[in-house]
């Protein structure tokens, strides 16, 4: 893509987590509050800010770190803090208006159980913008998130303590705490440690994530230039993919509120594990083959992490972290037609990387670039009693539905939320005909209108369609928050009034 000079970044300025997902800090938490008290809640930002963990220039990462804090707003957060109204209408319009608006329910396919109505957190009862055009449900009170993570349990609850201990003071309503878990598998990994994080259908997560220019590479290390997107594709402030400022207030050289903040999108993610594996134990059973390699196959990955398009037949311990791969160009086996990972695969959907964007396109370089406009740094975290301890598949296929409540906290940063995290959920997850197929939403986070959808394994002579598939995943809350930079987090303490 030619990004040809890495700009300099302010590391110090940068919040830790643009960088990192800490996975040396397994547990974590996350706490969502409500400010009643503007001047006490900007006196208590005024000492957080100095807690907060920054990026670290190359080569100077703080490998014995025990904890790091970050903080996060709501458009409504920024607002009852007292910045002023015109740095908050220069803000995009996904941001300002809230995820649990009734047009993005219908973009992001949060209907039914999902639907904001049902949220445990971050929509309210629905109201109209006063000239009825648009309603929404966005929970104006939920102003704030502090993320906190830890080494372990004891020192995730002296720093969440540390955090709390001061809210009665300063009035600052906890609206809920989202507690957090590290699930490993029963596969090792090259180092003979378990293999995790895995997520709770049982697969490795974590792994794929874009090279921001400017920044170390991502934490497994692999520098790819596939894989590289501009500066601004996820920090305000720095040129974008289009080689323009993303939205935001910055102004034209990148200075301002908004400078080195990005956008944090947060969805609670129910996971139906026993409904998953029985469908795919059912179907599998049904078509003679093997569930977990249809469910790999429903994955992109093996459960350890492998590839399939790197290794189709089965999973290759050395291979569990690897992201150094295409899928059209893939040498020395293009998977152009979806052979060896299917069209319709998760990892395939939400970053196709160079396919062909329909079958008469074939130009992977090209499909490469486009792909690469549309990329999210991820750093979610599972929440929840895993359903079998140490997460494998025989054992998952074989439990029962136990009613627990367990999913992912996905947590995702990008520029921009409509081109990039609504972009992804809404025309490739939720869309039936990506790339050629037909009535394939993504099989793990999809949504088709009404009915059941299909999900189809390209294989020579005939693709095999696995029809009636239900949803596994509903949306229990979310919101849009922004994760300023260090230095317009100490500007929103600093302001009066
Ligand atoms: Fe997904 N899963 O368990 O199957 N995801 N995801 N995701 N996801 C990925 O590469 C999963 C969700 C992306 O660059 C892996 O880290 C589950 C949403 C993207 O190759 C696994 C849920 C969105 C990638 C899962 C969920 C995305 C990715 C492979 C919900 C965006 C990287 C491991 C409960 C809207 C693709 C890895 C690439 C990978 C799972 C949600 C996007 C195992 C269970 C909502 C961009």
Not at 46 to 54: T, V
Not at 297 to 308: E, I, Q, S, Y
Request: hydrophobic share 35%.
């Amino acid at each position: 893509m030619g990004l040809s000079n890495d700009p300099r970044l302010e590391f110090h300025d940068i919040q830790g987590l643009v960088q990192r997902g800490y996975k040396e800090l397994p547990a974590a938490e996350y706490i969502l509050l409500k400010v009643t008290d503007a001047k006490r809640a900007r006196a208590w930002l005024s000492r957080l800010a100095d807690r907060i963990e920054p990026a670290t220039a190359p080569g100077r990462d703080k490998r014995d770190r025990t904890s790091a804090l970050h903080i996060a707003f709501t458009w409504e957060g920024l607002r009852a803090l007292g910045l002023n109204q015109d740095i908050l209408s220069q803000f995009p319009r996904a941001f300002r208006e809230g995820m649990a608006t009734v047009h993005r329910e219908r973009l992001l396919g949060d209907r039914g159980a999902s639907s904001a109505a049902n949220w445990h957190w971050g929509s309210a009862p629905c109201r109209e913008n006063g000239n009825g055009e648009e309603r929404w449900h966005t929970d104006l009170h939920l102003h704030l998130a502090v993320l906190v993570y830890a080494k372990d349990d004891l020192i995730l609850r002296r720093t969440k303590d540390s955090v709390l201990a001061e809210l009665e003071t300063i009035r600052l309503q906890k609206i809920t705490t989202l507690d957090t878990v590290f699930l490993a598998g029963p596969e090792r990994d090259p180092t003979g440690s378990p293999n995790g994080p895995k997520e709770h259908f049982g697969f490795r997560d974590g792994i794929a994530q874009p090279h921001i220019a400017g920044m170390p590479p991502p934490e497994d290390g692999q520098a790819i230039p596939e894989n590289a997107i501009a500066t601004g594709e996820v920090l305000l402030g720095y040129a974008n993919a289009y080689r323009e400022m993303p939205e935001g207030p910055t102004d034209a050289n990148g200075r301002g509120f908004g400078r080195n903040g990005t956008f944090l999108v947060f969805r609670q993610l129910h996971q139906d594990v026993a409904g998953f594996w029985s469908y795919v134990a059912r179907q599998a059973a049904a078509k003679g083959g093997s569930a977990v390699e249809l469910a790999a196959k429903m994955v992109g990955r093996w459960p350890d992490g492998t590839p399939l398009v790197e290794s189709p037949t089965g999973p290759q311990t050395a291979l569990q972290t690897q992201n150094r791969f295409v899928y059209a160009g893939h040498e020395p086996h293009p998977d152009r037609f979806g052979f060896r990972c299917p069209i319709g695969s998760h990892i395939r959907r939400t970053n196709p990387r160079d396919s062909p964007r329909d079958p008469s396109d074939d130009n992977p370089k090209k499909s490469l670039e486009l792909a690469n406009q549309h990329r999210i740094v991820r750093r979610g975290r599972s929440y929840g009693k895993p359903l079998v301890p140490d997460m494998d598949p025989t054992k998952l296929m074989a439990s029962t539905n136990d009613g627990a409540e367990r999913g992912l906290h996905f947590i995702c940063l990008n520029a921009a939320i409509d081109r990039q995290f609504e972009f992804i959920q809404n025309l490739w997850a939720n869309n039936p005909k990506f790339g050629g197929l037909y009535d394939d939403p993504d099989p793990l986070i999809g949504v088709l209108d009404g009915e059941r959808a299909t999900f189809t394994v390209q294989q020579e002579p005939v693709r095999c369609t696995y029809s009636d598939m239900p949803r596994f995943v509903q949306v229990r809350g979310g919101a849009y928050f922004f994760l300023p930079g260090i230095a317009a987090i100490r500007t929103l303490a600093g302001l009066s009034g």
